[in-house]
């Protein structure tokens, strides 16, 4: 019996033995190489060409119709290169062992100026029929020297403050002054300005009262001196915020702030509607006109101060040329060259601004029942005005209804149930145009009594359909409450994620917060990448001691900014974005970082 037994154990000695080895073969078949051991890809410029190699693990093979090189910065191309040649595996031809391709430069610098991005994307599988996923590489080369206008068309679009602060250091200063003006045009053209617009008018408007109307020499001067001091005040608070780190805009936007500033648009409204005429006290005056020749410096001061409130309150913007001088201005203490180049951008956005004086000289009508409708037109301007400076501090769906009983009042002061018998086309359409007015308004009036945000989409509680673009815009909006963040709970969320992080700071009063979130967050292709990141959103309404250390640990001035981490918790600085950005560019820009 004991005999039995030890046969019994010697042979599942052996067994067992076996067994482990055989499993041990199995997991270490089971094992496969990381993308980053199977591939290792680089790129290397040699005299005139751009060496790239791909070394594959042994039993790693990559299809050759996969192959790609193309440029992805500043532009897109793609590249025709000469690949080695290639072997047919199971019907597939593919590469083995090491893949070499040489580029030369002067092929990309004929489709690309500047300084450039090399993508190299593949995708390979193992022998034993494992394959990996399409692998994108990048690379950065320094490209040929750009000349001065082709350096301007590339500058203009960059959306790095950091970026454009290093300009301010590294170019000459009248190269540093032209594009700060460019800067400025191409600001013109962004909603930052559109507010202006209205206020200037209606000041040139109210300064004619029933004389004649103005000579062109004295519209533009009043346009000038509203320019000029809205150019002075953006100087300086650029200047400021560099120098001590205080952002005055944002102090300005508190609730009594813009309440006052409210009801002064009001009060210009029904001034400008005729119900009374606004004008300083008779001592105020006689001091003046002592100061000045007549009322004239009553204009001229009243001008200045309405262009110096303008640019604190009503057009708080911050876009990447401000946020790089103020940068600059905090890290060297060049206040000189950062404050001149801020000059000469509020110079350059206040260009229609100038235009709006010539116009208004020449073309404005003289008084008389034709001047009565172009002062009750900028009245409803004001009266709107008035409304989006209140949906700062406001909430959404009271801000709606009140756009709703502009639009509504409008459509009635217009006479929309009082049909004109008229058969004459130009009437038919004004009835038409307050029949619009009416039904919009009243469609904003019921989205916002049932909780609406979105003055572009008043019916989207009752619209929410899955998947549908409108709910994702609705999600988003629905983050503003994401205030009382710290940089410790920040980074808490941020290690917390395991995939890339985007932050978007944002506050209430910033145009150009709300053109993200309606505009290019809620866009199809954002979406898609998204899907890769986790995304935090900042409320910096309240202006917080927290909120300031934000901004100065990652060195930004304002909103909107965005800023990335990449899936290791670690900031990409360069990657940062300020303004706004459109929907197409915010998407590759995200799919540069998850590369």
């Given amino acids: 019996m004991s005999y039995l037994v030890k046969k019994l154990l010697l042979v599942s000695v052996l067994l067992s033995t076996f067994l482990a080895a055989g499993f041990e073969s199995a997991l270490q078949k089971q094992k496969f190489l990381s993308p980053d051991e199977a591939f290792q890809v680089t790129a290397v410029q040699k005299d005139t060409v751009i060496e790239t190699k791909i070394i594959l693990a042994e039993k790693i093979h990559i299809y050759e119709d996969s192959l790609i090189y193309r440029i992805i910065s500043p532009s897109e191309v793609e590249l025709a290169v000469t690949k080695p040649e290639a072997h047919d595996f199971d019907g597939d031809m593919v590469y083995e062992k090491e893949v070499v391709v040489t580029i030369p430069t002067e ?13 190299i994307e593949f995708q390979g599988c193992s022998d034993s029929g494992i394959c990996y996923q399409p692998i994108k590489k990048t690379f950065d080369f320094k490209g040929a020297e750009l000349g001065v206008f082709d350096k301007i068309s590339q500058l203009v679009k960059e959306g790095n403050t950091a970026k454009i602060s290093e300009i301010l250091v590294s170019e000459s200063s009248i190269f540093i002054l032209f594009l700060f003006f460019i800067f400025g045009l191409l600001l013109a053209l962004t909603p930052c300005i559109f507010p202006m617009i209205p206020i200037l008018s209606s000041i040139i408007v109210s300064q004619q009262g ?32 560099g120098l001590v780190g205080a952002d ?19 009060a210009l409204a029904f001034s400008l509607f005729g ?75 206040g260009m229609p601004l100038l235009l709006v004086g010539l116009g208004a000289g020449k073309f404005m009508p003289k008084p008389g029942g034709w001047m009565t409708i172009v002062s009750q037109t900028f009245g409803v301007m004001m009266l709107g005005l008035a409304i989006f400076m209140l949906s700062r501090i406001l909430p ?54 049932s909780g609406s945000t979105s003055i572009i989409r008043p019916f989207e509680r009752f619209t929410q359909l899955s998947g549908n673009v409108a709910n994702t815009a609705v999600l ?37 917060c709300t053109e993200l979130e309606e505009i290019t967050f809620p866009h199809p292709k954002v979406q898609e990448q998204l899907k890769h990141f986790t995304f935090i ?29 990449d899936k290791n918790n670690s900031f990409l600085p360069e990657k940062s974005l300020t303004g706004f950005i459109p929907p197409e560019d915010f998407a590759k820009h995200l799919e540069s970082i998850i590369q």
């Fill in 476 to 512: 988003m909006s629905s983050e503003k409450g994401h205030r009382g963040y710290s940089v410790e709970r920040l980074m808490k969320e941020v290690r917390a994620s395991d995939k890339p992080v985007v932050v978007d700071f944002g506050k209430k009063s910033c145009t150009a």
């Fill in 248 to 266: 005055i805009q944002t102090a300005m936007q508190t609730p009594w702030v813009l309440t006052l500033f409210s009801a002064l648009f009001v």
């Fill in 275 to 349: 119900y009374f005429e606004l004008g300083l006290p008779a001592s105020w005056q006689s001091k003046l006109t002592q100061v000045s020749d007549n009322a004239q410096g009553k204009g001229i001061l009243g001008t200045a101060i309405m262009g110096l409130l303008s640019a604190l309150i009503v057009g708080p913007c911050v876009a990447p040329p401000l946020g790089g001088a103020v940068l600059f201005i905090s890290h060297t203490g060049d206040a000189l060259l950062g404050g001149s180049a801020l000059f000469v951008m509020s110079v350059g956005m």
């Fill in 210 to 241: 029933g004389k004649e109307k103005p000579s062109v020499s004295e519209a533009f001067f009043t346009s000038l001196v509203y320019v000029l001091s809205m150019a002075l005040t953006y100087t300086a608070v650029g200047i400021i915020a």
């Fill in 537 to 565: 959103k900042i409320d910096l309404t309240d202006n917080t001691e927290a909120d300031k250390a934000l901004l100065k640990e990652y060195q930004l001035f304002g909103t909107p900014n965005i800023i990335f981490f």
């Fill in 107 to 119: 092929e990309i610098e004929a489709q690309v100026k500047g300084d450039y991005t090399l993508e």
């Fill in 396 to 449: 959404d769906s009271m801000t709606l209804i009140l756009w709703a009983l502009l639009f509504m009042g409008i459509a009635i002061y217009m006479g929309v149930f009082n049909p004109s018998s008229s058969t004459q086309g130009a009437k038919k359409l004004f009835q038409l145009l307050a029949m619009v007015f009416l039904l919009y308004g009243a469609s904003l009036f019921i989205g916002g009594i």
